[in-house]
């Protein structure tokens, strides 16, 4: 059985920061997982669209 | 020295259930530190989980809770944020929770980008449910559903919910604690749905009762430790 602090060494030396990957080669990150911020990206939010829709159709809108 | 981040426990909920050696405890107090830092108002915030260990989150953590059902969790968590869409929304889920259970909602709610935070405590098993695999069991691994080993090959989560449209998509361990709270940060300031794979240890579970070859062996191994 391994203990929660074998698991938690395992992390240690696999786990690899994302900025520090762009780095390493493809062979050094072979077995190894990424941490970090992987994406963000910008993009319509469903609630705030949804008000809009709301604010459209009461306000006399057209549906499109 | 007092840890300031306390007063975001209901003290008369602990201690908690969770097995020895468990990292859900190491997740939970990442987000308590991350909400100290953005000095979070509880009564503006709802946390909403399913069924699972890393659903117990709910039971210990004193905000506005919703201790929903299996895999649900993101369903409860759009209704309250369409309702208020001022309240910061947090979702605490398992990885079999959801990616199997709740493998649908996951993928929706990426898409439509709402404006919720998702961790999602990723010990490659279901543990609370009795071991079986889900999702995110790596390929040969075994489970009291798969004696043998895995043979499907497992998600990659946070490629999963890039691809289906997450907006800020994030992934720490228990070992990087400190980090881990600043990613929790981080999403929940992003504006869109925020996923934050939070890798955790499971010894119990997924180290201890399903190496075992027999599905008995597990579920009296499972039954001894009285984890159901």
């Known amino acids: ?64 | 020295m007092q840890a300031t981040y306390k007063k975001y426990f209901r003290q008369d909920k602990l201690p908690h259930i969770w097995c020895p050696g468990c990292g859900n405890g190491i997740v939970l107090s990442a987000f308590a530190r991350a909400m100290e830092k953005m000095n979070i108002n509880r009564d503006e915030a709802v946390i909403v989980s399913g069924i699972g260990c890393s659903s117990r989150a709910t039971t210990y953590l004193d905000f506005n809770t919703l201790h929903t059902t299996h895999g649900r969790a993101l369903a409860y968590a759009t209704g309250v944020k369409l309702a208020e869409p001022r309240l910061k929304v947090f979702v605490f889920m398992g990885d079999g929770d959801s990616t199997a259970i709740g493998g649908n909602h996951l993928i929706h709610a990426s898409r439509r980008n709402i404006d919720i935070t998702a961790i999602i405590i990723d010990n490659n098993i279901y543990g609370m449910t009795g071991g079986q695999y889900s999702p995110l069991t790596p390929t040969g691994k075994r489970a009291t559903t798969a004696p043998y080993g895995m043979v499907e090959r497992n998600f990659d989560l946070c490629e999963l919910v890039k691809g289906a449209g997450a907006t800020f998509v994030a992934r720490g361990t228990t070992y990087h604690a400190k980090q881990l709270t600043d990613l929790i940060v981080a999403g929940a300031q992003h504006q869109g749905f925020a996923v934050i794979e939070a890798m955790s240890q499971c010894p119990i579970v997924m180290d201890d009762v399903i190496k075992c070859a027999q599905p008995w062996i597990c579920y009296n191994g499972i039954r001894k430790m009285q984890l159901m």
Do not use: H, S
């Not at chain 1, 929660?4 to 520090?20: F, P, R, S």
């Open chain 1, 1 to 64: 059985m391994r203990t929660a602090l074998d698991m938690l060494q395992w992390y240690k030396e696999n786990a690899v920061n994302v900025k520090a990957a762009a780095k390493m080669t493809e062979e050094a990150l072979k077995e190894k997982f990424l941490i970090g911020e992987l994406y963000r990206a910008e993009a319509p939010e469903y609630t705030a669209a949804y008000d809009q829709l709301i604010a459209r159709v009461q306000g006399g809108g057209k549906i499109r």
